[in-house]
């Protein structure tokens, strides 16, 4: 079969948007997708942070996670990591963690490019700790820099211990060039480091530091997962029910046919918020819960009704044809009939149907997303979520634009 110029076109949307999901999928880990609703899980995250690409209209200093250059073993207990920085940037980085701690005790020192060495931690550790909220580091930090930046005691209240360890001279020009950091301690394995900057990912960060392009995958995957099903369960519900009410001409297919009047002419979206609530669970301040089968169920069994007509007045119009009529007449089963005949023929028109009823479902889906009204995360909760957060007034246009 010979596509036109419209079909060639459709296809290499539909390779395209394939190929999308299976990247988004695969650039994302598990436990990534696991914790988007878990705030605690995200807290050495840079908060508010812009995307990577972003730096194409102002300079970003981007959020790097460090692992281990070097890791030897010092001793009959302690290991020692060396990490390292290279930072090439007019301002200095917001913040440095120091995450996934076994407990023990820590020497951590920091070596500038300028051959200063700052011994910024030399005490037992029991969890993460970061240079802006750690008191230990940040005099550590004062103290060793105070004579070379000329310091005095009231810029610890006015300065950060970033802006003091990245600081090229007394007028606090940022130093570019390697950092190298070292990590002796009793543990078992290494620490992580995370050098914090003002941009992180593809999509940013949010008001809680979470990969915002986690929350968008986890969303699409829902959202498709949703629309798919319900989707099958209204073409598969709909070849059936026309098809044979159709076919056979008996009490059961008018007491079909009439409930497939009733269905074409519901409001279908009205009925749909009132069942969907009435099935739902809400606990006190709890967002609405919905079992997602009982969801997909419901929804298919609404926009069921047209489809299904529609199937049932092919399969009469088929059956009405000649050469059908000759082999019935032969004494072939409405079985045989419907699959080797009116089948290809309704498969046809079922095929077309699924890929309008697709994004009509994806619709429906974030719209009562949008509204809470839906199980899981998707794209009408995700976008609602970032509007709660003042994406929309806070110049965050690509978190709202994103599921678009």
């Known amino acids: 079969m010979k596509l036109n110029r419209h079909q060639k076109a459709g296809v ?17 880990s598990k436990t990534e997708i696991n914790n988007w609703e878990n705030p605690l899980y995200w807290n050495k995250y840079p908060k508010k942070a812009n995307p990577v690409w972003f730096s194409i209209f102002r300079e970003q200093v981007p959020t790097t996670v460090l692992s281990p250059s070097e890791a030897s073993k010092v001793g009959e207990e302690y290991y020692l990591f060396t990490y390292v920085y290279v930072h ?7 913040n440095i963690v120091f995450d996934r701690i076994d407990p023990g005790y820590y020497i951590i020192e ?19 700790v970061n240079l802006n909220t750690e008191p230990k580091m940040s005099m550590q930090i004062f103290s060793a820099m105070r004579e070379q930046l000329n310091l005095k005691e009231e810029d610890r209240a006015i300065l950060t211990p970033m802006k003091i360890l990245f ?5 606090f020009a940022t130093l570019e060039g390697a950092y190298k950091i070292e990590v002796l301690c009793n543990c078992d394995k290494p620490p992580q480091v995370i050098v914090q900057g003002e941009a992180y990912g593809l999509l940013g960060t949010d008001n809680y530091g979470r990969d915002i392009w986690v929350g968008f995958v986890k969303s699409m995957r829902n959202t498709l997962y949703l629309a798919l099903v319900t989707s099958v369960i209204i073409v598969v519900l709909g070849v059936l029910i026309g098809s044979i009410s159709g076919y056979f001409d008996n009490e059961l297919s008018k007491v079909v046919t009439f409930l497939l009047e009733v269905l074409t002419a519901l409001p279908v979206l009205p ?14 301040g709890e967002k609405v819960s919905v079992p997602p089968l009982k969801f997909m169920l419901l929804l298919a069994f609404l926009l069921m009704g047209k489809f299904a007509k529609t199937i049932r007045t092919i399969t009469i119009k088929e059956k ?11 004494g072939a089963s409405g079985v045989y009939i419907l699959r080797r005949h009116i089948g290809p023929v309704i498969l046809e028109h079922a095929l077309r149907h ?17 509204f809470g009204m839906i199980p899981g995360t998707n794209w009408g909760s995700f976008m609602i979520e970032a509007m709660e957060q003042g994406a929309l007034y806070g110049s965050k246009w690509w978190w709202i634009l994103s599921p678009g």
Do not use: C
Request: proline letters at 4%; charged letters at 20%; a neutral charge.
């Open 88 to 94: 090439r940037y007019s301002r200095p980085p917001n």
């Open 110 to 128: 920091i070596t500038r490019p300028d051959g200063i060495k700052i011994r910024i931690y030399d005490d037992e550790l029991k969890e993460g």
């Open 320 to 330: 009405a044809k000649e050469y059908i009529m000759v082999e019935v007449s032969l």
């Open 271 to 284: 009925i749909l918020i009132v069942i969907t609530w009435v099935i739902s669970t809400q606990g006190m």
């Open 12 to 28: 290499v949307i539909l390779i395209l948007f394939v190929a999308f999901v299976l990247f988004s999928e695969l650039s994302v």
């Open 354 to 370: 699924f890929t309008f009823l697709m994004p009509r479902i994806v619709a429906l889906i974030s719209l009562f997303g949008f």
């Open 167 to 171: 600081a090229k001279d007394v007028n």
